[in-house]
């Protein structure tokens, strides 16, 4: 059998561990949600629009910047806080706005890529597109914002 004094340091020895692990944990995730929670809206280099446009140009309230008309697609992959941060809707509120838009003006919504790099591809290739990711845009697009 073991000592209680020995059991104790035992105790004490895998505490310290505990707690200099959960430090740690809690360092990174700390250091990761800073950029992790990032949005980055993104444009055609064609496109020259002012980061106050970007609610207007997603709820089908700005058609056109310039002459240039605007063609908005959604990203499965980061709506959620996209809706939440730049919206400040939920999803079923952000569905029930285009579904009366569709009746009502005939608007169709925006398209929905499923991951940020088809949302680049998109982007890239389509005049007047705009859209948002959660990664770092690569080169070739123009960011608008950063939520």
């Given amino acids: ?46 496109v020259t629009l002012q980061a106050g446009d970007v609610k207007d140009v997603f709820l089908g309230d700005k058609a056109f910047a310039g002459a240039v008309k605007l063609s908005p697609a959604d990203n499965a992959a980061a ?9 400040k809707l939920d999803a079923g509120k952000y569905s029930g706005i285009w579904t009366k838009k ?30 948002y990711v959660g990664s770092t845009p690569a080169a070739g697009v123009t960011v608008i914002a950063k939520f």
Avoid at 80 to 87: G, R
Avoid at 105 to 131: L, R, S
């Fill in 1 to 46: 059998m073991r000592s209680a004094s020995e059991l104790s340091r035992r105790t004490t020895s895998v505490r310290r561990r505990l707690s200099a692990l959960v430090t740690l944990l809690a360092l990174a995730a700390a250091a990761g949600s800073a950029s992790a929670g990032d949005l980055f809206v993104i444009c055609n280099p064609g």
């Fill in 79 to 87: 709506q959620a806080t996209f809706l939440e941060k730049v919206l």
């Fill in 102 to 131: 569709s009746f009502r003006d005939g608007a169709n919504p925006p398209p929905v890529k499923g991951t940020d790099a088809e949302m680049v591809a998109y982007v890239k290739q389509t005049p007047g597109a705009c859209g």
